[in-house]
């Protein structure tokens, strides 16, 4: 594991939100939630899409780090997602999605390839203490930003054939995987990749499945950086902090 700490640098809880039962599209239940949450956040939901209704700068403009995003090659939709807020309220973490807006069943219910990146911005924290006082929390590291970037990803994904009321249990399995996999980034089922940060040359641990692709590295500014996305190849992407938010709907 890469971090300064001795006990586990797992991030979210519960990988993502549960459909409306109302909604034309059926959906699962929400999935139990996991347990030992960390200084990244109590939540991985801000690595999920939701309604644009519930969408809103102000959680990204509290953050005292910088925001990335796909850089100006990347001339598709952009949208704001969610922040993770530590217990004490600091933002912590957060996620912006690119292309097209994922559904949890995807082109299993659409019949279309659904085309998207999400960047996950991971705040790097050193070892600290909690808000009140009572113990330490654990540091931050490119393993926080694999672990959000891999349950971001399973958030939307479904696979043909399952049956709707499977899905949490495959879910809770998939995830407790992801989080193996993000604990081990020096294992074979991950590769290195090269890509631009800022426009400067910057290794990243890669892996894909049949869901998509996941990614996760750190930069010179702060931060730690997860991605996730299908339909787009990681290849030719390309990461910059973002100037302005008003260019995410």
């Known amino acids: 594991m890469e971090t300064t700490s001795t006990s586990s640098s797992r991030v979210g809880a519960q990988p993502a939100e549960a459909p409306d039962a109302t909604a034309p599209q059926p959906g699962p239940a929400e999935p139990a939630a996991h347990p030992a949450p960390s200084a990244a956040g109590r939540s991985a939901d801000a690595t999920a899409p939701v309604p644009a209704a519930r969408r809103a700068a102000e959680g990204y403009l509290k953050a005292g780090f910088p925001w990335y995003g796909l850089d100006g090659a990347f001339t ?15 933002v912590e ?4 999605g690119h292309g097209d807006e994922p559904s949890v069943r995807g082109e299993i219910a659409t019949g279309e390839k659904e085309r998207f ?9 050193p070892l600290r203490r909690s808000g009140d006082g009572t113990g330490v929390l654990e540091a931050t590291s490119v393993s926080s930003a694999a672990w959000l970037a891999g349950s971001g990803l399973l958030a939307y994904s ?81 990461f910059s902090a973002i100037p302005d938010l008003g260019a995410y709907e």
Do not use: C, I, K
């Open 76 to 90: 598709g939709p952009r949208w704001l997602m969610q922040v993770g807020t530590g217990a004490d309220g600091t």
């Open 93 to 96: 973490h957060g996620s912006t």
């Open 117 to 125: 990146a999400v960047v996950v911005t991971v705040a790097s924290n």
């Open 158 to 238: 479904w696979p043909a054939q399952m049956d709707h009321t499977l899905r949490d249990d495959w879910l809770d399995q998939q995830t407790e995987a992801a989080w193996e996999l993000a604990d081990d980034l020096a294992g074979e089922d991950w590769s290195t990749l090269s890509l631009p940060v800022d426009g400067e040359p910057t290794t990243f641990h890669y892996r894909e499945s049949e869901f998509g692709w996941v990614l996760a590295g750190s930069t010179g500014s702060g931060v730690h950086l997860g991605a996730y996305g299908r339909g787009m190849s990681a290849y030719g992407l390309g």
